[in-house]
C-alpha cells in the first residue's frame, strides 16, 4: 500500500478533529508482552496505529495534529537506530528513514518523546486518545499534560478536555476502502485453502490439533502471518461450548467437527466457520440439523444490502431456526411462542454475525450514531451501507439433556462466512470452501 493511502486516511481524521474544535490524536503502539521467563509472544501491532500510517514496530507512539487554517501534521516518535539490538532483534526502521518511508511530517527517537510532547501538546483545543487501554500510556500522558500546565506562567495553555479517539477512527474503519478490500479477499481465499485441507486430511482416529495443524499449514505455506484468533477445532460435544480451543480430543467416528479458523493477511482478519462428518458421511439427525443451519444462513445473507438494518441478517436467521426446531422436536409449542418466549436461546444463544476488518470482531457502532432516543429506548440499527464488512454465522447446539431427541444430543453446528455489502446486495468472499451438504461428503472423498 503506498504511504499516499495512509496519508489520506490522517487527513481524514484531522478534518474530523477539525469539525470539534481541532486538538491533537496521540495513538501509541501495542505493548509488548511477556510469554515466560525473557521470551515474548510474537508482537502484534496496534490496529488503530498501523491504520494510519502502517508502522508496525513496538514502542512507537503516532500524533497526528489538526489547528485550523493550518494542513495537518503527522509526528513519529519510535525506537532509534542501534546496530547492537537490531543484530538480536531485526532492524529498525529509525526516525530518519521513517520519513521518506511513512510519509509523515517530522519524526524523532523515543529519547526525545519528553521534551517534544508537551511542545505538541501547547495551546491544543484537545487531546484524542484511547484512555483506559493502557494504563502506562494514561500516566504518561498526564505527565505531558502537567508539564505543559507547568508553561502557564509563559501564557501556554493546556488542552481543555480529552476526548476519545476511537469515536473518530472506529467509523472510518467501518467502511472498507478498495486496499482493505482486496487484502480481506486474498486472506479470505487462504483461509477457505486452509478448511478445504482440513476437510480433505480428516478421518476417524486423528486429534483436534492435527486438523489444526493442517489450517496452519496451508496459513503459512500461503503467507499468511499469523491466525487471526486462536483456532476452534472441536468434535464432537465439544461444539457446544462457542470458544473452545483445548483443541486436543480425538476425532471419532460418527460425530461432527466444527471448525472456526480464519488467517490474519497483512493486519486484516479473515472468519470462517465450517461444520461436517468426521467420516465424510452426514448421518439422517446430524443432516437434518445441519440443513436447517445451512437455511438460517441462506435467508441471513438474503437480507443484506445496502438500506437493510444491521439486526436484520439475525432476525432472518432466527425466524428460520425456530421454525425449524419445532419442526424437529427440539422446541415445544408454536414459534410465535418460542420468538416471543426466547426458549430457542437454549439452542442458539449467539447474534448472527459482527464487523470485520483489522479486528476479527472488529470496531464499529451496531446502532445508529448520535444521541439515544429522550424516551430513554435504545438507539436505532444503523443501516448498512457500500464497504462494510460482516460475518453470517447462525448456528445451532444440542446438547445431551432430558426431553432433547437423543438423536440430536452432542451435535453443535456453525456455517459462518464474510459479507462484503455491495451497491445492491452483498458478496460472500469466503465462496471458496463448500457449505452445501453434498458438496461437503464430495470434497471429503478426495483424501488429502
Not at 44 to 68: H, K, M, W
Not at 77 to 87: T, W, Y
Not at 147 to 165: K, Y
Not at 369 to 397: C, F, H, I, K
Amino acid at each position: 500500500m503506498t504511504i499516499d493511502l495512509y496519508a489520506q486516511r490522517r487527513l481524514r481524521l484531522a478534518n474530523a478533529m477539525l469539525a470539534h474544535g481541532g486538538g491533537v490524536a496521540l495513538l501509541p503502539a501495542a505493548p509488548e508482552r511477556e510469554r515466560n521467563g525473557g521470551s515474548f509472544y510474537s508482537y502484534r501491532y496496534d490496529s488503530n496505529q498501523y491504520y494510519l500510517c502502517g508502522f508496525a514496530e513496538p514502542e512507537a507512539l503516532l500524533a497526528v495534529i489538526a489547528r485550523t487554517g493550518q494542513p495537518p501534521e503527522t509526528v513519529l516518535f519510535c525506537r532509534d537506530k542501534n546496530p547492537e539490538r537490531e543484530l538480536w532483534e531485526g532492524e529498525r526502521c529509525g526516525p530518519v528513514a521513517a520519513l521518506a518511508r511513512y510519509g509523515v511530517e517530522r519524526s524523532f527517537a523515543l529519547e526525545e518523546i519528553d521534551r517534544r510532547l508537551p511542545e505538541l501538546l501547547a495551546n491544543q483545543q484537545a487531546v484524542y486518545c484511547a484512555l483506559g487501554v493502557d494504563g502506562d500510556f494514561d500516566a504518561r500522558l498526564q505527565q505531558w499534560l502537567t508539564a505543559v500546565r507547568a508553561m502557564g506562567r509563559n501564557g501556554t495553555q493546556a488542552p481543555a478536555s480529552v476526548r476519545d479517539v476511537r469515536t473518530l477512527l472506529d467509523e472510518m474503519r467501518l467502511f472498507k476502502d478498495a486496499h482493505e478490500i482486496d487484502t480481506m479477499r486474498r486472506a479470505a481465499g487462504i483461509s477457505a485453502g486452509a478448511h478445504r485441507r482440513a476437510m480433505q486430511a480428516c478421518r476417524p482416529g486423528l486429534f483436534e490439533y492435527q486438523l489444526e495443524a493442517a489450517l496452519q499449514h496451508e496459513f503459512t505455506l500461503r503467507g499468511a502471518q499469523a491466525p487471526a484468533y486462536g483456532s476452534i477445532v472441536a468434535g464432537g460435544a465439544n461444539a457446544n461450548v462457542l470458544h473452545y480451543v483445548d483443541n486436543r480430543q480425538p476425532l471419532r467416528d460418527g460425530e461432527l467437527v466444527l471448525i472456526d479458523a480464519g488467517c490474519e493477511l497483512d493486519g486484516y482478519a479473515s472468519d470462517i466457520t465450517r461444520t461436517f462428518p468426521v467420516n465424510g458421511r452426514f448421518s439422517t439427525p446430524q443432516r437434518a440439523l445441519y440443513e436447517l443451519v445451512l437455511a438460517a444462513q441462506h435467508a441471513a445473507i438474503a437480507t443484506i444490502r445496502p438500506g437493510a438494518h444491521w439486526n436484520a441478517p439475525h432476525e432472518a436467521a432466527v425466524a428460520v431456526l425456530v421454525q425449524g426446531m419445532c419442526d424437529l422436536g427440539l422446541l415445544p409449542g408454536t414459534p410465535a411462542e418460542a420468538l416471543e418466549s426466547g426458549s430457542y436461546r437454549k439452542f442458539y444463544m449467539h447474534r448472527t454475525g459482527h464487523w470485520l476488518g483489522l479486528d476479527v470482531h472488529d470496531v464499529g457502532d451496531y446502532r445508529q450514531p448520535g444521541a439515544a432516543p429522550n424516551d430513554g429506548s435504545e438507539r436505532p440499527w444503523r443501516l448498512l451501507q457500500p464497504g462494510m464488512m460482516l460475518t453470517v454465522e447462525p448456528g445451532l447446539y444440542v446438547r445431551a439433556e432430558a426431553g432433547i431427541p437423543e438423536q440430536f444430543h452432542n451435535i453443535g453446528i456453525r456455517i459462518e462466512d464474510d459479507a462484503l455489502v455491495t451497491e445492491t446486495a452483498c458478496d460472500i468472499i469466503t465462496r471458496d470452501v463448500p457449505t452445501d451438504a453434498d458438496a461437503i461428503e464430495t470434497l471429503m472423498r478426495q483424501h488429502d
